[in-house]
């Protein structure tokens, strides 16, 4: 017995003993882990990775430890900096307990709560998880893989978002509501991996143009992996995109930087609907009260490998025979949908690609669409034949399918065919290229819920040549908005294959715009249009537009203005304003400007006005930038003109100014202001007991000033008021602090009884040694600060003679201010010239450039050409020499643009130091 109570009793302890070593493991290795995660995690990345709190639990994954971490984020650097790549609610990662004792441990699951992930690639290729840092490799590689073990059974992905956005291509791709479950011996040589996959809305974007959107994914199946061979084979994997089937099989095999795909997809069903249902426009909430009926045939396979240097080749085929569809509810359908596509490419080279729609043929109610098209060479010359025939009646559309709230009619019909090689529009042979017909419109009209005030088209009619497209005519309505456009597109077909330039005239009539109307989100009156929701835009930098406007009257922010005239000119990715002159409020303005792009969030804009007797208090109303600047603007009644050398700024997300990075100069003059009310004088006024100063009436006023990234500095201008004289001077914040210095002049008498601050200049002349008794006029300094809507003031008495001397300068002042405005008036004159002269000689430049270029290389091609037909060596011989002529060409064309824009850049330095001399030299009247 008492052996057996011994045994209890060291049973016990040794129980205790395990239990506490299980309740204090965690925190014995916490620390190694939390180094362990750290190190993996940061030392090897450009970017900012942190998390919140964690926690280690030996009990809830016996006999494994369990990890959790909350929050984790991954935020780019660089060229993606504050981006956000990966924000994780919560990761879970379950560790054998015995591996952390060596340099070797194993996970067993990972879980995933809630990751938002979001990877981009920029127009030059750079990713955003390429987050790696190089380094030199410390050991060799079979020892670096045995450092780190993965022996994973599960991956568990939990309600997660993930956006794949490249600019490289032009594809974009959105997958919300995103589930998985991976489970399987992932450690194993050889095993089956089980997949189970959701998104309950994924939307794929190509160029623009939405081909899927908030669709329904599920992928289910099995893989077959081979670690030895990094190859993993798909059998039968099912793939069902809304409600049509997918079957996925194949294989993928990695070896060094190069993989190889061999994938085939197959649709599992051939029901036309299970079609429709991927088609965005259609898969809706209407979507079960669509019959259909018809067969479709769909597959896909992707064959080679994709490495550095190469793609896979691949094929697509689409079918359908004579489909069919319509809504229950409604009286008409789509009738003989019969569609032939096949796109091939055998060995991933892009210029290899060919397009052979075969037939696309259709009819809604009467009306009937028929395409043929055929690309192939898209890249090194594309080789185009096709036709578009076809009538539609929108109002048959409202038949067809459903469109709640939504008023629409009009007829479109075009007639056009298209055959030749891009070549011949580059060499300008058109009688090679074949593409003539047209499109037009008329009687268009669109309204609905979301646009109540409606859009029409009275007509349109654009014209197909080989050389250009001539719209000929569109007169166009929006809301109470008219437009008349015609114009020209060159290089359309160009622009269309190879991205090259799209260029353009057009000419603008109007009677009446409402950019009110245009710009507000709703259907009502906006307080202050440059407070609505516009984003800033990017420019193509491939477009090359001029556009023409004359537009009788248009509205702005209530403001109403008159005969709108200027070009608006589209180049290089910015947009210029040129000659631009106009009527309003009261007055007119003439102005010259530019917007370009800076990134996806910011803008910059430059302009250049001349203002001639504008109404101040309704420019104050209407221009919420000018109020904030100076808002002593809405106390003052007159007109006044202006004349800004420069403007410019960054413009936010949203098109408003960034304050602090407004910079300009001008110069303001009025004949007669009309002051009440302002704070500021109301104040001085009530100090100095003089009422006079809470209305004034300020003639010849003379104002120049300066904006450095938004601080407003005033220079010294004078006013006069009955017997009184004032020089004011100062500056004021983008918070509309100030820091002015208003420096008065006035008879004694005017001052009457002012009380304490009387009293106090009386204290103050006597330690200046001054009698003010003897005087007939004070001269008063008054520093005002704080804030425009609450100043603060202070007084001194200015020394006797200061007012004196200044009244002699003055005149002298005067003629000086005035000879530097007319010398700057005129470096701008000269800068201005010298600009649109440099402009003209790289233009000229240019255009010998080209023509240089594209004469060698007709010259190349008929070198080609000639030995096209001939042995490979001959071709190769060829070859070499049309290249040299290339090579030839191009040095002297880049020498005659070098040239050009060395002789640009003198033209400008010399009217920039003749201008900067006039300056100076006004300066030193």
Not at 19 to 47: D, G, R
Not at 101 to 128: A, C, E, M, W, Y
Request: hydrophobic fraction near 40%.
């Amino acid at each position: 017995m008492r052996s057996l109570m011994k045994l209890i009793k060291w049973g016990a302890i040794t129980l205790l003993i395990f239990a506490a070593i299980l309740f204090t493991a965690p925190f014995i290795f916490k620390a190694k882990l939390v180094e362990i995660a750290k190190t993996e995690i940061n030392k090897n990345v450009n970017a900012q990775v942190d998390f919140g709190k964690f926690s280690l639990s030996f009990f809830t994954a016996f006999p494994n430890l369990n990890f959790v971490m909350h929050d984790l984020s991954i935020i780019g650097e660089g060229e993606f900096e504050a981006e956000p790549l990966a924000k994780i609610k919560k990761l879970e990662i379950r560790v054998g307990l015995l591996s952390l004792n060596s340099d070797k441990f194993s996970v067993k699951s990972i879980r995933i709560d809630q990751p938002k992930i979001h990877t981009k690639v920029l127009k030059n290729g750079k990713s955003n998880w390429d987050i790696a840092k190089i380094s030199e490799p410390q050991v060799s590689a079979s020892q670096a893989s045995s450092e780190f073990k993965l022996n994973l059974e599960h991956v568990l992905i939990k309600n997660g978002a993930f956006i794949y956005e490249d600019k490289s291509t032009g594809i974009k791709a959105n997958l919300k509501g995103f589930w998985a479950v991976l489970s399987g011996d992932m450690s194993a040589d050889f095993a089956n991996l089980k997949t189970d996959i959701k998104a309950t809305d994924f939307s794929f974007n190509y160029g623009g143009s939405d081909y899927v959107e908030h669709a329904v994914l599920t992928i289910n199946g099995e893989i077959e992996s081979n670690l030895v061979k990094s190859k993993y084979t798909f059998s039968q994997i099912e793939t069902k995109l809304n409600k049509l089937d997918f079957h996925l099989n194949g294989e993928i095999e990695m070896t060094g930087d190069n993989i190889k795909l061999n994938l085939g997809v197959e649709a599992k069903e051939n029901e036309f609907k299970n079609f429709l249902s991927v088609i965005p426009s259609l898969y809706n909430e209407h979507f079960t009260d669509l019959h259909a009926s018809g067969l479709v045939n769909l597959s896909a396979n992707i064959n080679g490998n994709y490495n550095k240097e190469q793609t896979p080749g691949f094929d697509l085929k689409l079918n359908i025979e004579d489909g069919r569809f319509s809504y229950a509810d409604l009286p008409g359908s789509v009738e003989e949908v019969n569609i032939g596509l096949n796109v091939t490419n055998m060995d991933g080279k892009a210029d290899h690609t060919k397009i052979d729609l075969k037939k696309f043929h259709l009819t809604v109610e009467d009306n009937l669409i028929d395409v043929h098209l055929k690309i192939s060479t898209p890249i090194s010359d594309p080789t185009i034949v096709g036709t578009l025939n076809g009538k539609l009646d929108f109002g048959n559309l409202k038949n067809t399918f459903p469109m709640e709230g939504v008023d629409l009619s009009g007829l479109v019909t075009s007639d056009i065919k298209l055959n030749g090689r891009i070549s011949a529009l580059e060499e300008k042979n058109y009688t090679n290229f074949i593409a003539q017909g047209e499109i037009k419109a008329k009687e268009i009209s669109y309204k609905s819920n979301d646009l109540p005030e409606g859009f029409s088209i009275n007509e349109a009619h654009l014209n197909l040549q080989p050389q250009q497209l001539n719209l000929k005519k569109l007169e166009a309505k929006f809301g109470k908005s008219d437009f008349h456009l015609d114009g020209k597109l060159d290089n359309y077909l160009a622009y269309f294959f190879k991205d090259e330039d799209l260029k353009g005239n057009f000419n603008l009539h109007s009677n009446f715009i409402d950019l009110d109307e245009l710009i507000s989100d709703e259907n009502e009156d906006v307080e202050n249009t440059e407070d609505t929701t516009i984003n800033t835009f990017e420019v193509p930098s491939n477009i090359d537009f001029v556009l023409s406007s004359n537009i009788k009257k248009a509205l702005y922010n209530k403001a109403e203005i008159t005969d709108i005239k200027g070009d608006i000119i589209i180049k290089d990715a910015k947009v210029e304003m040129k000659d631009v002159t106009m009527n309003m409020l009261d007055g007119n303005m003439a102005m010259i400007g530019s917007y370009e792009t800076l990134d996806a969030s910011k803008a910059k804009i430059g302009l250049g006005l001349n203002i001639q007797e504008l109404d101040i208090k309704k420019t104050a109303s209407t221009f919420s930038t000018l109020k904030l600047l100076a808002p002593i603007a809405e106390k003052c009644a007159g007109t006044f003109s202006a004349s800004v050398v420069y403007y410019d700024c960054l413009l936010n997300k949203n098109m408003m100014p960034d304050l602090k990075s407004i910079n300009a100069k001008g110069h303001i003059s009025s004949k007669n202001i009309r002051l009440e009310n302002s704070e500021i004088l109301n104040k001085v006024g009530s100090l100095l007991k003089l009422d006079d100063l809470k209305s004034l009436s300020l003639k010849d006023i003379d104002l120049h000033f300066n904006i450095n990234n938004g601080r407003v500095e005033a220079k010294p201008f004078d006013i006069e008021f009955k017997n009184l004289k004032a020089t004011i001077q100062g500056v004021q914040n983008t918070d509309q602090g100030i820091d002015y210095l208003m420096q008065i002049s006035l008879p004694k008498s005017e001052l009457g009884d002012a009380g304490q601050v009387l009293n106090d200049l009386h204290a103050k002349t006597e330690n200046l040694g001054v009698d003010l008794k003897a005087s007939d006029f004070i001269n008063i300094n008054a520093k005002i600060t704080g804030h425009v809507t609450n100043p603060k003031i202070a007084f001194d008495l200015a020394k006797p003679g200061i007012n004196a001397k200044k009244q002699a300068t003055e005149k002298v002042d005067k003629a000086k201010q005035e000879a530097i405005l007319k010398a700057e008036k005129q470096a701008v004159e000269l800068m201005t010239k010298a600009d649109e002269k440099a402009k003209q000689i790289k233009e000229l430049a240019k255009a010998s450039a080209d023509k240089v270029r594209a004469e060698a290389e007709i010259q190349a091609k008929k070198i080609e050409d000639k030995a096209s037909n001939q042995i490979k060596l001959l071709q190769n011989v060829a070859k070499k020499a049309a290249d040299k002529v290339r090579d030839e060409a191009e040095k002297k064309a880049t020498k005659i643009e070098k040239e050009a824009t060395i002789k640009a850049d003198q033209l400008l330095q010399k009217a920039k130091e003749e201008g900067d001399q006039l300056i100076e030299t006004a300066k030193k009247l």
